[in-house]
């Protein structure tokens, strides 16, 4: 076969290092792993080779394991059964069985009969019965389906000797364990009297009784001091109880219980016991980490599997109509967010023209003109953002809307207008002032400081409830508790506490680095709008463009233009609520009488809805009365503000 | 060892259900021997009744050998199998065993095993032992187990454990003859009934299932919570395979076609689809429950070959463009089957409908998902999702293609909000001998050996000990 070599000869090519070098590996110094020398060797190949993996070869000389049938004992018998098996010769004879260790039987707390009539006495079971359960609970393994399954009170002869058996057996072995782990006295009396009791609530009908004489001799021959007391006590009963199991056998008929009674009975007793047996205080924290794991709320699961069956057994139609309902709701909430965050756009977008302000463009040489006025714009531009923070404030109330089920008609009603849903009527009554006065914004409550303290003596101003009252009822009540505030120290006050602030037009001025046209300094009108803005524009009768754009012009200027921006945001709100209110009225209509509780608060959603916009109207006035100093100062200079403001009152 | 948990001890596993009876070693994947459950029994002439047994049995065979000879021309065959299949045993009259009639006792031959029941003999009766899921005829069962032990397995009882599963509704007295048997006239060293509802369900590796069981002569639902019968929720209903073979045949009967099975065609010749059979009867006159069995045979191997489940509700147009299927009677008669193949199985889902002719018992049968519902329905509602989330599928009239998709459908469309899950093993072998197969999980177990009863525990107790131990 031709090589590589060979083709080169042929074209009279130097013969290659390269494949030279392939076949002179080194040989791998010793001292170094294969796997390391691999790595740092001359000959690292880049490539790994995948060598292909055969099963391994049978190891024939290896020698085979030795396999022997033989005879086994199991431990966990308490015969000797002899069962054969193979397995491998053991070097040990004396080796357990291999599955001796997975015999295990669950711990219950057993009860001595002193204990019950002490402690755990229930008119509704009786000493039998409770360890009938306990018979049963240890036949198997408190697993509780198969116990409610098998629970039959009284039992039937055979059932009750099988149980009598099984557990006689158990009894026996558990003791043992008992006496091996705890080497307290006080606790194998305690098992053999139960052990007694299990008996002799069987006595009646016992035809084996090797196994309890065992127990109970075992008993005596256990407890040394207090076995005489107990074997008395066990012996006592076991002759009542014969005669009365008799007479409950031919009475009562065969009566089964409910998952629940079973296991609250159990785990009331089992309480109890823990409750008496664990009085050290050193054992605190274990008895309550045991009681709390014992804890059962029986009720609570008997609603709770009743709400179960309720929900499982909905028709299509039913589950159909929760989905559509579920999707809804989904619908409504993701609204809500949607109106929200439009909404906080929109306090942002009226912050930011806070923040640049009417006096924004009033530049410095302006600055001493707006003077008197300098309070003005920039109180004036307080008026929007108090009459946007009626919605502000109902962005909160959406997630209230969806989120409180209870008076959900009334909170969807309501719509976007009041949080107070989840806190009531009878909340929301007072909250109402507290929120007018707390109002939305810190400054407002800065500058009405008279107000809030009025509003807290109608109610205590706790921020939640300001917050979450029901900003319709701050609507109306801003127009109920605010306006007289305001009236009262409308001449004087607010205009002395403008003048007392420092101009915020110094504060919120923000400077463009570098050099500016003045022009830049004009807020931007967002495109969307700039046709209403344009349009309304022309109903005031302006051109679109200033004639003379002097910076006082300007200045002048692109406060109407913000101001019929904000005017047509607050438009829009009112239109949105407007229309909420009518579908409320609607719904409302349709509903009839509801419960009086909500339709008081439909009432008051109802109000509030008109409270969104006479709130506007009050705050309106509000500003009227707060600025009257700047309608005055500003008012002949344009005639703007005049029809800006009627507008206001119009919604 | 080669079990993970495993420990051998060659046990026996036996599980004798109302069609068919399965007998193997623990541990291995399929029953050693399957054989009908159905006995066969011949009366013997009374004067047979003298003399010492030894003689007895002689004469019998030898009779019979002389019956055959004469009655059947081509029955070689069937002498000699007889030779080693025939039983003979002191036998009351009747299924019961009543004292009183112990002295005017007939006796009588017995037939076990598939050849040896399905070979003609004039006055062979057919009877199962089985009635219910419960025993009725104990001599019947004793020859069962003999021949399951002695003929099938050939092994020595004295050596190996015995676990044998039984119904889940199962009464104590049977159960405790049931041990007696086993110990008494077996000797078997150890010995266990286990519940078959929890084998099937050791057998799909559950703890908890909601075993649906449909076999021969009854459906049954029962709840199974780790390893234990729930018996609240048991559900059962006498509807199953030999009800649906009974509707066939009156379906062909109103079409007046025969059922003619393959012991009486002596000659047969093809003919067109749907004319009359052209077919040479032979005389063998035989008991009507022999014929009956026959005919059942022959019925079974229809629905076999030919019976189907529609996938979702029964559409009378959806069926009609289906493929029609031939099937050909022993007798030559044969016939393209088209709606009516999808009839027959739709009586496991809507009986009320299809269910012609029925009687006062059959008037009350309900759908089998309705049935599976109301087991569920009567256990807790804690443990209803795990019940729906293990439904096990088992027993031979469950193997209709399609049936486990159709059972799906119909559990998703029964208004719940629970996930419903279907284990039906594909194995056809798996399906039908499901409890046997977790008889031979269990029993191979380590773990489980403590639980066997001994020979000493039953010499202490009594028989009584089987309703203590095995619960």
């Known amino acids: 076969m031709a090589t590589g070599n060979d083709v080169r000869e042929i074209f009279q090519l130097k013969a290659s290092d390269q494949v030279k070098r392939v076949h002179k590996t080194e040989r791998k110094p010793d001292g170094i792993s294969r796997e390391l020398y691999g790595l740092i060797g001359n000959n690292v190949s880049t490539v790994a080779f995948n060598n292909p993996t055969y099963k391994p070869k049978l190891n024939v000389s290896k020698k085979a394991v030795n396999w022997t049938w033989r005879p086994f004992v199991n431990p966990s018998r308490d015969d000797d059964l002899i069962l054969h098996h193979w397995e491998k010769t053991r070097t040990d004879p004396n080796e357990e069985y291999r599955f001796y260790k997975f015999n295990k039987s669950i711990n219950l707390i057993s009860f001595s009969p002193e204990e019950y009539t002490s402690h755990l006495k229930d008119p509704d079971w009786t000493m039998e019965e409770t360890s009938y359960l306990w018979d049963l609970c240890r036949r198997f393994d408190l697993r509780w389906v198969v116990i409610q399954d098998r629970y039959e009170w009284p039992p039937q002869e055979a059932d009750r000797l099988a149980l009598q058996y099984y557990n006689g057996n158990n009894l026996v072995i558990s003791e043992n364990g008992a006496n091996a782990t705890k080497k307290e006295g006080e606790d194998t009396p305690m098992k053999d009297a139960t052990a007694a009791v299990s008996g002799s609530g069987d006595s009646s009908v016992k035809t084996t009784p090797g196994v309890d004489t065992s127990t109970t001799t075992g008993a005596t021959t256990a407890a040394t001091t207090t076995a005489a007391t107990t074997t008395a006590s066990g012996s006592k009963p076991t002759a009542a109880t014969a005669s009365t199991s008799k007479t409950v056998a031919n009475i009562t008929p065969a009566k089964t219980r409910s998952m629940e009674d079973l296991k609250h009975r159990y785990y009331t007793v089992n309480r109890i016991l823990t409750k008496i047996r664990m009085s050290d205080a050193s054992q605190a924290v274990e008895k309550a980490q045991l009681l709390s794991s014992m804890a059962y709320d029986k009720n609570r699961e008997i609603e709770r599997k009743k709400n179960l069956e309720i929900l499982n057994t909905r028709t299509p139609e039913q589950i159909e109509e929760e989905e559509a309902l579920y999707l809804e709701a989904r619908r409504i909430d993701q609204n809500e967010k949607k109106i929200t965050r439009e909404r906080e756009n929109l306090l942002r977008l009226l912050n930011t023209r806070d923040i640049y302000g009417p006096g924004g463009p009033t530049s410095a040489g302006l600055a001493g003109q707006v003077g008197v006025a300098g309070g003005g714009p920039g109180t004036g531009i307080i008026i929007p953002s108090n009459s946007i923070t009626i919605p502000s404030s109902s962005s909160p109330s959406a997630s209230g809307a969806a989120g409180g089920a209870g008076g959900s008609s009334h909170s969807s009603a309501n719509g976007p207008l009041s949080p107070s849903v989840g806190k009531g009527g009878a909340a929301a009554a007072t909250p109402a002032s507290a929120a007018a006065a707390s109002g939305s914004t810190p400054k407002k409550r800065k500058k009405a400081p008279k107000g809030s303290v009025q509003a807290d003596d109608s109610a205590p101003p706790t921020p939640t409830t300001a917050t979450s009252g029901g900003n319709a009822l701050k609507g109306s009540s801003s127009s109920n508790h605010r306006r007289p505030s305001n009236a009262s120290d409308g001449p004087g006050g607010p205009s002395s506490a403008s003048a007392a602030l420092p101009p915020p037009v110094v504060k919120k001025e923000k400077l463009t680095p570098g050099a500016y046209l003045r022009s830049q300094k004009m807020t931007p009108i967002v495109s969307t709008k700039q046709q209403r803005v344009q349009s309304a524009l022309v109903t005031l009768g302006l051109p679109f463009k200033p004639a003379m754009p002097t910076a006082t012009v300007m200045a002048k200027w692109d406060q109407v233009q913000s101001n019929i921006v904000t005017l047509l945001d607050i438009k829009k709100q009112a239109d949105k609520l407007e229309s909420d209110l009518k579908v409320v009225k609607m719904r409302r209509g349709s509903l009839g009488s509801g419960s009086s509780g909500s339709s008081s608060a439909v009432a008051s959603a109802a109000t509030g809805g008109t409270g969104g916009s006479a709130g506007s109207a009050s705050l309106g006035s509000n500003a009227d009365g707060n600025f009257g100093v700047k309608r005055e100062g500003t008012g002949d200079e344009s005639g703007t503000p005049g029809p800006v403001k009627k507008k206001k009152r119009k919604e | ?471």
Request: charged share 25%; glycine share 8%; hydrophobic share 35%.
């Open chain 2, 1 to 471: 060892m080669g079990t993970y948990g495993g420990d051998e001890v060659a046990a026996l596993v036996l599980s004798v259900g109302h069609t068919w009876t399965q007998a193997g070693y623990a541990g291995e994947d399929t029953p050693k021997s399957i054989f009908p459950t159905s006995v066969g029994w011949v009366d013997l002439p009374a004067e047979a009744d003298q003399g010492d047994d030894a003689d007895n049995s002689e004469d019998t065979q030898m009779q019979d050998a002389t019956q055959d000879g004469a009655s059947a021309s081509d029955s070689s065959h069937i002498g000699k199998k007889d030779a080693d299949g025939g039983d003979v045993a002191p036998q009351p009259v009747g299924a019961g065993v009543v004292p009183s009639k112990k002295k005017i006792t007939k006796r009588g031959k017995y037939y076990v095993g598939d050849g040896e029941i399905s070979c003609w003999r004039p006055d062979m009766e057919i009877k199962s032992p089985m009635k219910d899921g419960l025993v009725e005829d104990w001599d019947a069962l004793e020859q069962i187990w003999d021949h399951a032990f002695l003929k099938r397995l050939r092994c020595d009882p004295t050596e190996h454990p015995l676990i044998i599963t039984e119904s889940a509704w199962n009464t104590r007295e049977i159960r405790e003859k049931l041990t007696e048997l086993a110990f008494e006239k077996y000797n078997f060293p150890a010995f266990f009934v286990a519940k078959d509802a929890v084998m099937t369900a050791f057998a799909a590796g559950r703890p908890h299932a909601l075993v649906v069981d449909s076999g021969g002569d009854m459906t049954s639902v029962v709840p199974v919570y780790d390893g234990y019968v729930l018996r609240k929720g048991i559900m059962r209903q006498s509807l199953g395979g030999d009800v649906l073979s009974d509707q066939v045949l009156q379906q062909f009967k109103a079409n007046d076609v025969e059922v003619t099975p393959q012991y009486l065609i002596a000659k047969k010749s093809p003919v067109v689809v749907g004319q009359k059979p052209n077919v040479v009867l032979r005389d063998r006159p035989a008991t009507p429950s022999f014929h009956k069995m026959m005919q059942m045979r022959v019925l079974h191997d229809f629905k076999e070959s030919v019976c189907q489940v529609a996938e979702s509700t029964y559409n009378e147009q959806n069926i009609n463009t289906r493929p029609q299927k031939p099937y050909e009677l022993p007798d030559g008669y044969n016939f393209n089957f088209g709606a009516e193949r999808f009839k027959v199985p739709e009586i496991m889902f809507n009986p009320k409908e299809f269910l012609k002719n029925p009687t006062a018992e059959q008037e009350n049968f309900v759908g089998l998902p309705k049935l599976i519902f109301n087991s569920a329905q009567s256990c807790d509602i804690d443990f209803r999702p795990t019940l729906f989330g293990n439904v096990v599928l088992t027993g031979g009239n469950t193997l209709f293609p399609g049936f486990a998709d159709r059972l799906h459908w119909e559990l998703n469309s029964i208004p719940h909000s629970y996930k419903v899950k279907l284990h039906a093993p594909g194995n056809t072998v798996e399906r039908k001998c499901g409890s046997w197969l977790g008889g031979s999980i269990m029993a191979s177990l380590g773990t489980f050996h403590q639980l066997w009863i001994s020979r000493k525990e039953y010499d202490e107790t009594g028989s009584s000990i089987v309703n203590k131990k095995c619960v």
